[in-house]
């Protein structure tokens, strides 16, 4: 069997608090699971074939022709799809990156390149070039400047850049505009989550946007009935919630991160790296257990972390953790002080 990436989420037992998966700690909307216990009701009968509704939603929405619109069972499905539909030589990924984007690319036939920078490098021939905005793991919103210089760089090598916003919804501002002007001047790719912003990552749903060529090439290659009737129910309610909820909803997570990251800086020798979101790395230090260790002892107190060892432009001693709600998050700091005064022989250091 062909190994996958690691990923974070799926602690041992429901007992754990789940750190390493980036989601909104807050429940779900109640109007959210009203409409996916709605859309069950109608699983008796096929959903629509192609996800007419909720194409035809966005498009009324982004101002964009529901031609340049598709839908999938989560963003990852629809990256497989559009990388095996376009099948480019070369893949540019850079790092540190979403550890699905390198495996994807390969299982494409694509040859991989890791660009260890943020900012562009000239691209091959018609290369792909692979960005998250927000950066997952890191939370970091990419600069307007660097976006344009990236795209700039896809469009002369007459390739094209998937650009992953599976967080932007995390971010003060929201997910970015894209004018259909965009999609005529580039080859780009916008792959969104709606629903992790509304903690219902089970219910499998994604969103591309991209030029109407690309798109017509891509539908060629997805299966029939891309949205179970649940999933299509629960991302129309998502995208008709009301304003001032989504910017509660916002709000109340920024606050929780805020604080979440000023107590890691109360622990000695832990860098927390800068962040625009939740979520954020953690840098432990050098002479201390590293981030499997580290993971390790937290599980003993039923936490749950994500480690990077192994993942390009990351190292063992960085982990990722994503805010949770503030209780939980003081268990963490306590757990983590703890683990951090340990020697290798049990007894405490000197902080």
Known sequence: MTPKPPHGANPPSAGFVDFSSNLHPAPPPAEILSAAAAGLSESTR?????????RAAYSDRLNLPPEQ??????SSSLLYHILFALRPEIVVLPTPCFSEYPFAAARAGARVILHAAE?????????????????????KVLPE?????WLREARDAEGFLIMDEAYADFSDAGPREWPAKEFDTYPLIILRSP????????????????PADIADRVESDLPPWPLSQAAGAAVKAALEMAPEKVRDRRRRIRVWADSF?????????VAPVESDIHFFLIRLPAEGPDGPEVSRRLADHHLWIRTHAGMPGLTRHDIRVSTRLPEENGRLIGAMKTILQERPDGALRGL
Do not use: D
């Open 46 to 54: 096929y959903p629509e074939p192609r996800a007419e509704t909720i």
């Open 145 to 149: 400047e660097t976006l344009a210089a």
């Open 261 to 269: 990251r000023k107590a890691f800086r109360t622990l000695p020798r």
């Open 195 to 210: 629903l992790k912003f509304y903690s219902l990552p089970g219910i499998r749903a994604g969103i591309a946007l991209m």
């Open 119 to 139: 900012a562009p490098a000239k691209l091959p021939p018609h290369a792909c070039v692979i960005l998250s905005n927000p950066c997952n793991p890191t939370g």
């Open 69 to 74: 619109i598709l839908a999938g069972p989560g």
